[in-house]
C-alpha cells in the first residue's frame, strides 16, 4: 500500500492563482519531499522537509509539515502555466535506507 | 553531466519475450532504483541497490530481476514478460543511503506488453 496520499487528484486554476496540495501519510517519516513530473518526463526533486521542520520555503514553494496529524502541503503562489505538472509527495520511513514511497500524484493544470 | 539515462526509451514485447533496461549515472551515486509508473498510482519501488554487487526487493520484485555490476549502471531484466507489466518504468539515484537526499531520475522507459 502506498504510504503518501495526495488530495486533491486534480487541480484546474488560472495563472497567477495559488496552488494547494495536500499529502498524508500513515508511519513515521525521516523527511518528506516533494517531487514534480511534467508530462512524459522523470521526477524532478522540489523540496525537503525534515520530520523536525515545520515549514520551508524555496523561491515560490511552500512546504509545510504537521507530524502529529501525519500532512503535508505544498503551496505554489502565483502560479504560471509552466508548474503545468503532476506533484508527489515522497516519503523516507524511519528505517527506510533510502527508500522512499510515494503517493498517487495531484495533477496540476495552470491555464494563462 | 548526463544524469541519469535510460535505455531504450520505448519497447513492445510479446507475452513471454525476455528483455533487459539500463540504467546509468555519472554522478557517482550509490543508490539506485528502480520503479514503476502506472495509471493513477505513484511510484512503486521494484528493486534497489546499495552499492556495486549489491541489490535488494523493493514493493512489487515478483517477474523482475536485477544486476548492478558496475557502480554506475543498474540494469532490470524481465525474463517472461507478461501484459501486467506493461508500465512505465523510472530508474532513480541517490549520493548516499541517508534520507536526507534527494533521488535524481532517468526519463522513463514505456514498456507496453502485448
Known amino acids: 500500500s502506498q504510504q503518501g496520499e495526495e488530495d486533491p487528484q486534480a487541480l484546474s486554476i488560472q495563472e497567477g492563482e495559488n496552488a494547494t496540495m495536500n499529502c498524508s501519510y500513515k508511519t513515521s517519516i525521516n523527511n518528506l519531499q516533494w517531487y514534480r513530473q511534467n508530462s512524459g518526463r522523470g521526477l524532478v526533486h522540489l523540496i525537503l522537509?525534515?520530520?523536525?521542520?515545520r515549514e520551508k520555503h524555496s523561491g515560490r514553494l511552500r512546504v509545510t509539515l504537521d507530524t502529529s496529524k501525519k500532512s503535508s502541503s505544498l503551496l505554489i503562489t502565483a502560479s504560471r502555466a509552466a508548474d503545468t505538472a503532476s506533484y508527489f509527495c515522497a516519503t523516507a520511513g524511519t528505517d527506510s535506507w533510502g527508500k522512499f514511497q510515494f503517493g498517487a500524484g495531484t495533477q496540476v493544470v495552470v491555464t494563462p | 553531466n548526463a544524469g541519469v539515462t535510460q535505455t531504450p526509451k520505448f519497447r513492445v514485447l510479446k507475452t513471454g519475450q525476455s528483455m533487459t533496461l539500463l540504467c546509468a549515472q555519472d554522478m557517482n551515486h550509490e543508490y539506485m532504483y528502480w520503479y514503476r509508473q502506472d495509471p493513477g498510482m505513484g511510484l512503486r519501488l521494484i528493486h534497489y541497490?546499495?552499492?556495486?554487487?549489491?541489490?535488494a526487493k523493493g514493493e512489487v520484485p515478483d517477474g523482475y530481476n536485477v544486476s548492478r555490476l558496475k557502480k554506475q549502471n543498474f540494469l532490470l531484466g524481465l525474463e517472461s514478460a507478461a501484459p501486467s507489466q506493461t508500465s512505465v518504468y523510472f530508474c532513480a539515484s541517490s549520493y548516499s543511503p541517508g534520507a536526507d537526499n534527494e533521488q535524481f531520475f532517468g526519463p522513463g522507459t514505456r514498456l507496453t506488453v502485448l
Open positions: 522537509i525534515r520530520s523536525n521542520e
Open positions: 541497490s546499495v552499492g556495486e554487487g549489491t541489490t
